[in-house]
């Protein structure tokens, strides 16, 4: 008794450059149109779902390269105020010999910007959560 074998044919049309670069890799390995399409939507279905997960990590990739890049603009433009503030103290506290209450002050800065950038690594680890959750 024959098998019985059930095909569904697919009909698609293709530019002209790409109908050249078919017959070329048909001829090349030796296959007919056919089977070089077969391989194709073969290979395209069974990857199709690492293809989607692909494409989430390449947007992940790029909002957590966007995150990064305006952080560390606004870590860039935050440093060059601090800078130009600290030098300022710095000049008028050695004119009036007065180094420990700008020692003091300095160090009372540095413990509420590090309480201040805590609060805010928190709250983007909150965002990046709901990107990576997408």
């Not at 109908?19 to 395209?44: C, D, G, H, N, P």
């Not at 805590?118 to 990046?128: P, Q």
């Amino acid at each position: 008794m024959k098998q019985e074998i059930n095909n569904c044919r697919i009909q698609t049309l293709l530019s002209p450059h790409e109908y050249q670069k078919l017959i070329t890799m048909a001829k090349e390995r030796k296959l007919s149109q056919s089977a070089i399409f077969r391989e194709a939507v073969r290979w395209y279905i069974a990857n199709h779902d690492k293809l989607k997960g692909d494409r989430k990590d390449t947007e992940l990739s790029k909002n957590i390269k966007n995150m990064t890049d305006r952080i560390c603009g606004m870590l860039a433009r935050q440093g060059a105020q601090t800078g130009t503030l600290y030098e300022l103290a710095w000049q008028n506290h050695a004119e009036n010999k007065m180094q420990e209450r700008f020692i003091s002050a300095a160090n009372l800065v540095k413990t509420k910007m590090r309480k201040r950038l805590e609060d805010d690594e928190k709250a983007i680890a909150e965002r990046m959560g709901k990107v990576v959750e997408k």
